[in-house]
């Protein structure tokens, strides 16, 4: 059985509940279900309803189409916003500030959430998907932060989630923005589990099927429906590398992302001169500010979190490399970004330590209502 919502006009976001469990959608696949403003208005709208419904017992978020779950926020729109804005009143700004919140609010829900992580799942989709109780990638999960590339940083949680990983893997993934599969994504701890994407096909009907056992919790009964028996573990691809980016990638207080491109520059293997010229394309300002937020970050609440990277967010727009960055790489596509400073070389640690103290007193920042 199911029943629509109250948002009758709101074709971006699916709603229907089977069986006590909300199933909700995020139908934009032309876009590869890139999150719109109003679409995490919508979002929010229906998480606060199941939080209010007792009825409901879980919540699903899964993505529309066969090629992505969320493959982030409407980078396009952020950027005409920001560049209509010429006495900076930050309207986009407003885009963040409720990203996070429901970002963070699938992070604290109190029943079970479960994310279909089937294809694609990049930026603002990360941000929703690494909340969830339950975790779900299969063979075809494509999955990155690669927000550098366009003068941001891994923002929507990523300072806070990032943190499962070791440090090293955390600054490869943070700073390249390496693409990670779903038998990846199990083994470092961002799925918990890593399933044939066949098998999702026909969980709804599983779900209607499925009988509520009030001796047993939500989750070790939902379980059932969406973790076959026989679970796939893969091959990792990222075991391959593991032993290089151990190398080159581990943290150290001094440095910075210098230190891992002069050793990158000394080593000849190809997979080294890949990830070298791939920082190199990236934003320098932001790979500083991406290294020391990510290190901050592992002692750092997911508010603090939050928090700090919101702040970042607004630095990047308002007076760094964001613009740049997009208009390079997706508006006018000449993959030729005039970042500014154009080397590692030249990021002073005044700029870094500009990107990451806050705009805002703590008591009047936006999201000052998250607690602590």
């Known amino acids: 059985m199911s029943t629509q919502g109250l948002l009758h006009d709101a074709p971006e976001v699916g709603f229907e509940i089977v069986n006590r469990v909300a199933i909700v959608t995020l139908d934009r696949p032309h876009a590869l279900n890139a999150l719109s403003h109003d679409m995490i208005a919508r979002l929010t709208e229906r998480f606060a309803q199941c939080a209010g419904d007792a009825s409901i017992a879980a919540v699903v978020l899964r993505g529309a189409g066969d090629k992505a779950f969320c493959a982030g926020g409407d980078v396009r729109k952020l950027y005409h916003a920001a560049r209509s ?4 009143d930050t309207p986009w700004l407003k885009f963040f500030i409720d990203e996070y919140r429901l970002d963070f609010t699938v992070h604290r829900f109190a029943k079970p959430v479960i994310a279909l992580m089937d294809g694609i799942v990049m930026g603002g989709g990360m941000g929703l998907a690494q909340g969830a109780a339950l975790r779900i990638a299969t063979e075809r999960t494509r999955m990155a932060m690669p927000e550098t590339r366009i003068g941001l940083l891994p923002d929507v949680g990523a300072t806070h989630f990032l ?8 600054l490869y993934v943070g700073l390249t923005g390496a693409r990670l599969s779903g038998a990846d994504a199990k083994r470092v701890g961002l799925a918990d589990e890593c399933v044939p994407s066949t098998w999702l096909r026909g969980f709804v009907e599983r779900l209607d099927n499925m009988r509520w056992d009030d001796t047993q919790d939500a989750m070790t009964q939902l379980k059932r429906v969406f973790v076959p028996a026989a679970n ?6 990222l075991d391959d590398i593991r032993v290089h980016i151990r190398r080159h990638f581990t943290a150290c207080a001094t440095g910075g992302v210098e230190r891992i ?16 010229a791939t920082l190199e394309s990236h934003s320098p300002t932001m790979l500083e500010v991406t ?15 939050f928090r700090m990277e919101l702040g ?3 630095r990047a727009i308002d007076d760094g490399d964001f613009i740049e960055g997009v208009r390079a790489l997706i508006i006018d596509k000449d993959e030729r970004p005039r970042f500014a400073p154009t080397t590692l070389a030249q990021v002073r640690a005044e700029r870094v330590q500009h990107f990451l103290s806050s705009p805002w ?12």
């Open 85 to 88: 804005d010429p006495h900076h």
């Open 163 to 170: 943190r499962v990983l070791p440090r090293d893997l955390a």
């Open 232 to 237: 796939i573990e893969r091959h990792a691809p």
């Open 261 to 276: 491109v002069a050793s990158l520059a000394m080593d000849e293997s190809d997979w080294a001169r890949t990830t070298l």
């Open 291 to 305: 290294y020391h937020a990510l290190m901050r970050g592992r002692q750092m609440t997911l508010a603090d979190c």
């Open 312 to 314: 970042v967010v607004y």
């Open 361 to 372: 007193r703590r008591d009047m920042h936006p999201l000052a209502d998250l607690g602590a």
